[in-house]
């Protein structure tokens, strides 16, 4: 026989303290209020002043029995429940429907902020509680989960994690600023790459899908906007099929698992990319057979349809296949000598996303310039002339961020190539396993695709061939891929009619500290061989960005 608190520490999903209070908010609320007005009459009693409300000081009790550290205490006490009231708020109005109370949350955010100054300015008069977690909290764990080890924080500690919390949740409440999928997809990304508390990110996603987009917009209706923006898809052509909607509640809810995926840690987020790319690119091939009806269904794009659906899922497929590699680095699973295959990888996956969206670019210029024949007042016909475009089409802020991840990607390719040529960068010798069969076990997942059509080991030995290429060449093919970058870069910064989003303007300024590194390295390698000498060795340093190393030799 086992008594009642065993019985109850072998209960499934209890985790410690049960925390659950079936109180009303208006109860809640008047607990702090009345436990904030004894404070301040306290605070003013020790102070000598009088209270804005006529209440008797005389029956007011002391908070301690030391008259010279009375005021101490009650700042001390009213700071904490002046936070934790703040505290409560805050969830309280998060969920709101319809992110209604998002600015209000942001002032309530900066008043408990300046609380945990207080609070910390009064540290030394408490002390830290002994058995606040029990020492057995890992038997309520669910079966399977490993012990968890319960480590106490310091209050210095307590606080800078507070305050970094409070500051992430701010950043939540502009979540309404982003108005298609693809911004809220780089806002996911964005908080991740913080090292958010789980919390945080999963305040993200509740907040983001209420049953609709934001608790307000509708799923597909989103969908459409976000086509429109990044594919400049007509309005026409989310009505040119009986089965438009479907397809597009089908997408909406890939989405949402895509975000759900996202808003995950980094290593969960890399093992479920695998199955999400899998899903996505089975998506892109009924997109594809989709875009061919929808064509069919038109005399007017019967001849050349855009098939805007298929590149539009081919390319998340193709941002799924990019995280998932890069997410390696940031968990340091691979070794300095796997960089440059990585990087190849990575740069043909780069190449595919900007040749597919440059054909859309195009070919919806093509469809402005293109001449019915007929006069004003006349009717079109419907076989259009084929026009050539005389100079490019003007790029997007967001077919310049594709153009500063590629060039940035191949200049760092050839950076790695130099090193290669150079004998830095060498391939130790295993005496298990081949070349080939790390090549395949690193990119496994996108063998198990057809959509995009994975590259093999003989088309990486075939492009990677730089027998006929002296050093030289190669670095500077690497320079002209930096200088391209920060050209592309540059445009967006100086784009005063759409300025970039605070996220993207953070983005872009640490891939701009990479490309400026790098590019010094190798102008100080040009002009000074005896960097070469066979003593130095690659250094590769991923403070600047996650993805993209700093490479020097030492």
Known sequence: RVDRRQRQMCIRDRYGLDVHLELEDKAIEDEFKQLEKDLVNKKHKVDGTKPPQQVDLTTVLPLQDDPQKESEYITAVLSRVRFSKYFYQIWRDMDKPKCSALPQVQKIIKLALEQIKIIASTEGLGKLPDNVFELHISRRILAGSPPRKIDYLSPSQAFSQLETLLHHLSELCTVTDHKTLYSLSQMFSHISDKNTLSIVRSRLMSLVYQGEILGKYDLTELIKETGTSLYNIPKLYYSKHSLMKPFLLQMGKMYIRTFRVLSMNKARQRRKCTRLISEWS??????????????????????????????????????????????GFELDLYNPHEYFMLF???DNLFSQRVQH??????????????????????????????????????????????????????????FLAVLLLSGKLKEPQFKFGSPELRFFRRFQP????SNPPPFNWAQYNQSVDFSKLKVDEVLDGALDSFAQCKSHIEKINNNTAKPPTPILSKLIADLLKVCVSNSLQLRMLKNNKKHLNPASKPNFDFTAHRYFPVISLV
């Open 282 to 327: 089975r998506m892109t091939a009924e997109a594809d057979h989709f875009d061919f009806q929808i064509s069919g269904a038109s005399a007017e794009t019967a001849s050349a349809g855009p098939h805007y659906f298929g590149i539009w899922t081919m390319d998340i497929t193709l941002r799924l296949m990019i995280l998932y590699l890069q997410i």
């Open 357 to 414: 969206h440059m054909y859309i670019l195009e070919y919806n210029e093509k469809e402005k310039l293109s001449v019915g024949g007929g006069k004003k007042g006349k009717k079109k016909r419907p076989n259009k002339k084929v026009v050539n475009l005389k100079k490019p089409p003007k790029l997007t802020p967001f077919h310049l961020e594709l153009l500063i991840d590629r060039t940035l990607c191949r200049g760092i390719l050839m």
């Open 446 to 449: 996108f063998h198990r695709i």
């Open 344 to 346: 190849w990888y990575l």
